[in-house]
């Protein structure tokens, strides 16, 4: 017996009551797709206002809609951790920059493609290295 949150899911897709807006993919549903990405030997991610135009363009690439961005600046090491709240979900950075590193999250839901924020990212930080993670977030059984 699958528990009573998955089945309410199958349900409401079932009867096409209302839109859940769970992917469909590859013969998998689930919630969103989330990639952790860490990314080395970057450049400006001290820099709050680069911060903030890099994440937004991403945001924007990956077809997703921002409803609000918050960044904030630290001291002595000017290192910026921050989100920006989608109306898919979110994409969130903490940086580094005494060490070039910076660790950042995209999830998204819908038909958004969070892959497509890489390059962006790339192009903005040009790091020497970059590691990807995905995760499918809420997967249906």
């Not at 080395?40 to 135009?53: E, K, M, N, P, Y």
């Not at 979110?90 to 890489?118: N, Q």
Request: glycine share 8%; net charge negative; proline share 4%.
């Amino acid at each position: 017996m699958k528990p009573a949150h998955l089945l309410a899911v199958e349900t409401s897709e079932t009867e096409g009551s209302e839109e859940d807006f769970f992917v469909h993919k590859d013969g998998l549903r689930f919630a969103g797709t989330h990639l952790l990405i860490d990314i080395w030997g970057a450049s400006r991610i001290d820099d709050l206002d680069w911060v903030r135009t890099a994440m937004c363009d991403a945001v924007t690439a990956a077809g997703a809609t921002i409803l609000n961005v918050d960044l904030h600046h630290f001291t002595p090491n000017n290192g910026i951790s921050g989100v920006v709240v989608l109306a898919e979900s979110h994409m969130s950075i903490h940086t580094w920059p005494e060490r070039g590193y910076a660790a950042l999250d995209v999830f998204v839901c819908g038909t958004c493609d969070p892959y497509k924020a890489i390059p962006v990212l790339r192009r903005a930080f040009r790091p020497e290295n970059v590691q990807v993670t995905e995760h499918k977030r809420g997967l249906v059984t």
